[in-house]
């Protein structure tokens, strides 16, 4: 985790955008993949953290077979780090103390959204956000029952970085109870 956080600063220092942006892959009960974007919002000893609908593909692909997989890509430090492993459910004060920090339209947002549900057009979100707006009035805006934080518990985490003409460097950490064993993979 201490290499993690001096990698991921680094590219703070240098990428032009978001470096929090991860790909997280799923896979549903037939082992059917899937992949997509979400943003690290907490990593720690305890793992790699996003929030998420728990209605939404994603979501249910974990209810159902929770293991994930992560991938961060920072082009400018031309460094690649995947993490792999068991995926637990953030407590829900800890979710809830996140969600108070997000933006008011954000936190709307997450009651209007049915996330990855057909809707007609973009009214019907925008009808969605002004009829969540108006319940909670001037009042505090809560998580929904269906938002959710996602841990990331590493048993496996690799470090790539490019080197010249593809003598690329790739470290992994493979956890093997309380330690970790490191190990060097050829390119
Ligand atoms: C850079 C980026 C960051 C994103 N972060 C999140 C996120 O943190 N949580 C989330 O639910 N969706 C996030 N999304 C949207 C997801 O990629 C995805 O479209 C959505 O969650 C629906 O995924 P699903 O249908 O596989 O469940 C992000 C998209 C991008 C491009």
New binding site residues.
């Given amino acids: 985790m201490e290499l993690f956080s001096a990698w991921l600063e680094r590219a703070r220092g240098v990428e032009p955008d978001?470096v929090t942006?991860m790909a997280l892959a799923?896979a549903d009960l037939k082992g059917r993949p899937?992949v997509?974007?979400?943003?690290l919002?907490r990593a720690d000893e305890r793992g790699f953290v996003?929030?998420?609908?728990s209605t939404?593909?994603?979501?249910l692909d974990l209810a159902a077979n929770p293991r994930a997989a992560l991938c961060f890509h920072w082009a400018k430090s031309e460094q690649q780090v995947r993490i792999e492993g068991p995926v637990v459910t953030v407590a829900d004060a800890e979710a809830d103390d996140y969600f108070a920090t997000r933006p008011r339209l954000s936190q709307i947002g997450a009651w209007a959204s049915g996330?990855?549900q057909p809707m007609r057009g973009r009214f019907e979100l925008e009808r969605a956000v002004v009829q969540a707006g108006l319940e909670f009035g001037a009042g505090p805006v809560l998580r929904p029952p269906n938002w959710h934080g996602y841990r990331v518990v590493p048993e496996r985490i690799e470090f790539w970085q490019q080197r010249p003409f593809r003598h690329h460097d790739r470290r992994v950490f493979v956890r093997e109870g309380a330690t970790w064993r490191a190990e060097w993979l050829f390119p």
């Fill in positions: 978001d942006a799923t899937s997509r974007m979400v943003l919002k996003f929030y998420t609908h939404s593909p994603k979501g996330q990855s």
